[in-house]
T-cell receptor, first 111, second 115 residues
Framework: AQSVSQHNHHVILSEAASLELGCNYSYGGTVNLFWYVQYPGQHLQLLLKYFSGDPLVKGIKGFEAEFIKSKFSFNLRKPSVQWSDTAEYFCAVKGNNRLAFGKGNQVVVIP | NAGVTQTPKFQVLKTGQSMTLQCAQDMNHNSMYWYRQDPGMGLRLIYYSASEGTTDKGEVPNGYNVSRLNKREFSLRLESAAPSQTSVYFC??????????????FGPGTRLTVT
């Protein structure tokens, strides 16, 4: 079965700082990868996704993620965060009829 | 389009009570899912329905039952609620049929407390 590991569950940073969230997965089949974001009190929204092609994926709100097959990783980055990026971020991998989610990264951006 | 809708938004139950969480989607999606979200645990799949007329267990199915009423609706039932079922429940749907869940769209969630 597929699984996802996310590190550094709690991240606190100041506005304009750069953000990188790590995601490592395990799955033996064709990989589809996702990052979802959950703003306080809201439901999950898709931030970006990778199915094939260019391993550098650009999503909404200035986020991007890089798929590195040799490292089984799909790390999320944003060069300069804003207070409105305060949220919980989940990495997910598709396989066997379902998505497997990581435990999430709680990100707090201080103005 | 309303997307994925869930009712109720909040619910408090006593141990042993039963209830059904409702979910509907208007995106003509084939697959639907129920997750629970607990602090530090991420989202865990309870049950899913790959297509109308089929349901399958996910990661944490014990204590729950589901019904895929039609293509639009997928309900989750707690027959005898327990405090361990206190959680936020999310319904989701996706377009693809068969074994590919593709991109999932989430509802607003139901916050359930069992006392």
């Amino acid at each position: 079965a597929q699984s996802v590991s996310q590190h550094n569950h709690h991240v606190i940073l100041s506005e304009a700082a750069s953000l990188e969230l790590g995601c490592n997965y395990s799955y033996g089949g064709t990989v589809n990868l996702f990052w979802y974001v959950q703003y306080p009190g809201q439901h999950l929204q898709l931030l970006l996704k990778y199915f094939s092609g260019d391993p550098l994926v650009k999503g909404i709100k200035g986020f991007e993620a890089e798929f590195i097959k040799s490292k089984f990783s799909f790390n999320l980055r944003k060069p300069s965060v804003q207070w409105s990026d305060t949220a919980e971020y989940f990495c997910a991998v598709k396989g066997n009829n379902r998505l497997a989610f990581g435990k999430g990264n709680q990100v707090v951006v201080i103005p | 389009n309303a997307g994925v809708t869930q009712t109720p938004k909040f619910q408090v139950l006593k141990t042993g009570q039963s209830m059904t969480l409702q979910c509907a989607q208007d995106m003509n999606h084939n697959s639907m899912y129920w997750y629970r979200q607990d602090p530090g645990m991420g989202l865990r799949l309870i049950y899913y329905s790959a297509s109308e007329g089929t349901t399958d267990k996910g990661e944490v199915p014990n204590g729950y039952n589901v019904s895929r009423l039609n293509k639009r609706e997928f309900s989750l039932r707690l027959e005898s609620a327990a405090p361990s079922q206190t959680s936020v429940y999310f319904c989701a749907s996706s377009y693809r049929t068969g074994s590919d869940p593709y991109e999932q769209y989430f509802g607003p969630g139901t916050r359930l407390t069992v006392t």
